[in-house]
């Protein structure tokens, strides 16, 4: 039997999504002023929504603002309230964004508020989204008391240091890692982005790999043409992400019709206002809303993702701008990340090396492509992504993962059908990874 038609006779999970899921409106309002803008953790967050939803999964959600630490946001104080968006039922949590308090504070709010809900309202799997550890063990709790599956989505390594970190931060941060850690052995399962991310952090859990969802907002149409030919960049504006290599790259391109155009934001915004001065040609940083960028990305000559690959973290991560790239229908330059999966390389354009000449030579020879082959490679990187990497598709693995983690059953296999029950766990019994179908082409 098809596993399709395996999945859709099963009772479909019942699901409560703690993370950061914020309606659109809400978090441009407590963002404001924040030193950080989490698009994408909001985009894939709200696309894993639409995958349950669309696979029958019905989901509530237990939600706190993704605010910077007081004083990189200004705001302490934030209260609790329900919420209702795309049909979705939320509570948001409340919190004192102080540095410690927060995190005792959010694993109250979450202990008390996710009781409630999953007394008023039972589910059978409590999905955590991120590493954030007062959140990974409220699930916890929460899973003992409740009797729910805890499901963490790694979408990053945890304690990864930031810029402006002093000393006693970073040391919090190891032993926060190390929270994580026990947190994750404990866990029923683990969603992440790539497979290392799995591996080194929940050695031993069953897995599905799942390294983004293709949702781009609906009803967008390409920017009104104009005489220049734009090279477009979205994501955090910091060196981590190679963002000053794509400048670099870009002034050794000397054609006057090109422009550079870059979304977002980060420590390298005043930097690259100076860069702008200097050259007419690059675009001042600029911050917009999804439904306005995604009109930009349709209409740019290329899309770029300069991220260096020699950083300690890159194996562990998979670039989600790559599908928002790739859903605009527009070619797309990349570095060779290793979090890429290997389908899609015959839909992206590959930087030699990370340096600024391997970028420039990739978005150059983009450039001197006869005119209809841009086109082509732009639609069938858009056909790709809609048709493997949709809600829909996605949803499908997902809901088939969360099923068998609370079936006993063995191994998903890569056609998606069920193997034989692992040996019940006694000294020497091997403990397989659970893995899901990867989608089909």
Same mark, same amino acid.
């Given at each position: 039997?098809?596993?399709?038609?395996?999945?859709?006779?099963?009772?479909?999970?019942?699901?409560?999504?703690?993370?950061?899921?914020?309606?659109?409106?809400?978090?441009?309002?407590?963002?404001?002023?924040?030193?950080?803008?989490?698009?994408?953790?909001?985009?894939?967050?709200?696309?894993?929504?639409?995958? +349950?939803?669309?696979? /029958?999964?019905? =989901? $509530? @959600? !237990?939600?706190?603002?993704? %605010?910077?630490?007081?004083?990189?946001?200004? &705001?302490?104080?934030?209260?609790?309230?329900?919420?209702?968006?795309?049909?979705?039922?939320?509570?948001?949590?409340?919190?004192?964004?102080?540095?410690?308090?927060?995190?005792?504070?959010?694993?109250?709010?979450?202990?008390?508020?996710?009781?409630?809900?999953?007394?008023?309202?039972?589910?059978?799997?409590?999905?955590?989204?991120?590493?954030?550890?007062?959140?990974?063990?409220?699930?916890?709790?929460?899973?003992?008391?409740?009797?729910?599956?805890?499901?963490?989505?790694?979408?990053?390594?945890?304690?990864?240091? +930031?810029?402006?970190? /002093?000393?006693? =931060? $970073? @040391? !919090?941060?190891?032993?926060? %890692?190390?929270?994580?850690?026990?947190?994750? &052995?404990?866990?029923?399962?683990?969603?992440?982005?790539?497979?290392?991310?799995?591996?080194?952090?929940?050695?031993?859990?069953?897995?599905?790999?799942?390294?983004?969802?293709?949702?781009?907002?609906?009803?967008?149409?390409?920017?009104?043409?104009?005489?220049?030919?734009?090279?477009?960049?979205?994501?955090?504006?910091?060196?981590?992400?190679?963002?000053?290599?794509?400048?670099?790259?870009?002034?050794?391109?000397?054609?006057?019709?090109?422009?550079?155009?870059?979304?977002?934001?980060?420590?390298?915004?005043?930097? +690259?206002?100076?860069?702008?001065?200097?050259?007419?040609?690059?675009?001042?940083?600029?911050?917009?809303?999804?439904?306005?960028?995604?009109?930009?990305?349709?209409?740019?000559?290329?899309?770029?993702?300069?991220?260096?690959?020699?950083?300690?973290?890159?194996?562990?991560?998979?670039?989600?701008?790559?599908?928002?790239?790739?859903?605009?229908?527009?070619?797309?330059?990349?570095?060779?990340?290793?979090?890429?999966?290997?389908?899609?390389?015959?839909?992206?354009?590959?930087?030699?090396?990370?340096?600024?000449?391997?970028?420039?030579?990739?978005?150059?020879?983009?450039?001197?492509?006869?005119?209809?082959?841009?086109?082509?490679?732009?639609?069938?990187?858009?056909?790709?992504?809609?048709?493997?990497?949709?809600?829909?598709?996605?949803?499908?693995?997902?809901?088939?993962?969360?099923?068998?983690?609370?079936?006993?059953?063995?191994?998903?296999?890569?056609?998606?059908?069920?193997?034989?029950?692992?040996?019940?766990?006694?000294?020497?019994?091997?403990?397989?990874?659970?893995?899901?179908?990867?989608?089909?082409?």
């Amino acid at each position: 039997m098809p596993a399709g038609d395996a999945c859709d006779r099963e009772v479909p999970p019942r699901v409560v999504l703690l993370g950061f899921t914020l309606p659109d409106e809400s978090l441009d309002r407590v963002m404001a002023g924040d030193a950080v803008h989490s698009t994408q953790t909001h985009a894939f967050a709200w696309g894993l929504v639409r995958a +349950l939803c669309d696979a /029958g999964c019905p =989901v $509530r @959600l !237990l939600s706190a603002a993704p %605010v910077s630490t007081y004083p990189r946001n200004p &705001r302490i104080r934030y209260r609790s309230a329900p919420f209702r968006h795309a049909g979705v039922d939320g509570q948001l949590l409340g919190f004192v964004n102080l540095l410690g308090l927060k995190h005792l504070t959010r694993f109250g709010a979450a202990c008390r508020r996710g009781s409630r809900m999953l007394r008023e309202q039972p589910a059978d799997v409590l999905l955590v989204h991120g590493v954030h550890t007062p959140f990974l063990w409220a699930g916890l709790v929460l899973g003992r008391l409740r009797g729910v599956r805890v499901v963490p989505v790694l979408t990053d390594p945890p304690g990864v240091p +930031l810029p402006h970190e /002093g000393r006693l =931060v $970073r @040391l !919090l941060r190891s032993v926060d %890692v190390a929270l994580v850690r026990a947190a994750l &052995r404990r866990c029923a399962g683990v969603v992440a982005l790539t497979g290392p991310l799995a591996e080194d952090f929940a050695p031993g859990r069953p897995r599905l790999v799942l390294e983004g969802i293709c949702a781009p907002p609906v009803g967008v149409r390409p920017r009104v043409a104009v005489a220049v030919r734009q090279i477009v960049y979205a994501g955090g504006l910091s060196r981590a992400y190679g963002v000053d290599r794509l400048v670099e790259a870009f002034r050794g391109l000397p054609a006057p019709d090109l422009r550079l155009c870059v979304f977002g934001r980060g420590e390298l915004e005043g930097w +690259l206002h100076e860069q702008a001065a200097l050259d007419p040609r690059v675009a001042p940083p600029r911050l917009l809303d999804r439904g306005d960028l995604a009109g930009w990305l349709a209409g740019a000559a290329v899309l770029v993702n300069p991220r260096p690959v020699d950083q300690h973290f890159v194996p562990y991560s998979f670039p989600s701008k790559l599908i928002e790239y790739l859903s605009a229908g527009v070619p797309v330059v990349t570095t060779r990340l290793p979090g890429i999966p290997a389908d899609y390389d015959p839909h992206l354009v590959y930087a030699d090396d990370d340096s600024a000449a391997g970028l420039r030579d990739a978005i150059r020879r983009v450039l001197e492509l006869p005119p209809a082959t841009p086109a082509a490679l732009g639609a069938a990187g858009r056909a790709f992504v809609a048709e493997t990497r949709s809600p829909a598709a996605q949803g499908r693995r997902l809901r088939a993962f969360l099923g068998v983690l609370g079936s006993a059953a063995g191994r998903i296999d890569a056609g998606g059908h069920r193997g034989a029950r692992q040996p019940a766990g006694g000294r020497g019994a091997e403990r397989q990874p659970l893995t899901a179908p990867e989608p089909r082409p």
